[in-house]
């Protein structure tokens, strides 16, 4: 099944706004029961008719990224240190992090005209596949007094026969308005959608 999702806010909060206080950061997974959910949601502009293709060849699936340990959470890290990760109090994801990076990225591939297959719910075999490792989806707050969101998308797009043919890193950063939840999550839903820019540019180069 062709994936087709509609642009809208850039972030979602869905059971009302989250709570700014207490601290920053705070480790483990003790939290009460989340206020709201945060989602990304892709900023391309999406087709305003359904792409069609008799051509498998030209369709691209879109799998789920591989993450690191620190990513494998619904929390968003926050780099404090070098050798330090912590979480964003009050911050939860509707889905994990690389979950809801696919979507931006099968979103912003399908707004240039791509046919985008979902893997959830598609048996045809693809022409090509996007697959990948999500590197880097977090808050350094390792300079204070510039503190910024990051996205870094090891990226691999594979051909008939699934042998690799093109590997790519993808980076994008963005300054935060404040450590609130919502800002934090605003900025790293600007950068998700840039690297899916730059991606969806790649992929149909």
Known sequence: MMRQRSSGLAVIAFAGVLAACGPLVQIGGNAKAPVSLLALRATAVPLTTA???TDPNATVLV??????GMLQTLR??????????EYLTGATWAEQPNREFQHVLADTIAAKGIPVLDPRQSTA????TLSGTLIDFSLDVRNPASAI???RF??????VGKTPFALR???ATAPVVSQ??????????TAANQVAKDVAAWVAH
């Open 154 to 159: 090891d990226a691999a797009l594979t051909g």
């Open 125 to 128: 075999a693809s022409g090509r």
């Open 51 to 53: 792409t069609t293709t």
């Open 180 to 189: 609130n939840p919502t800002d934090v999550a605003i900025a790293l839903n």
């Open 76 to 85: 968003i890290p926050v780099l404090t240190s070098d050798t330090t990760v």
């Open 63 to 68: 799998l789920v990224p591989a993450v690191p």
């Open 149 to 151: 969101v990051r996205v």
């Open 169 to 171: 890193r993808f980076d």
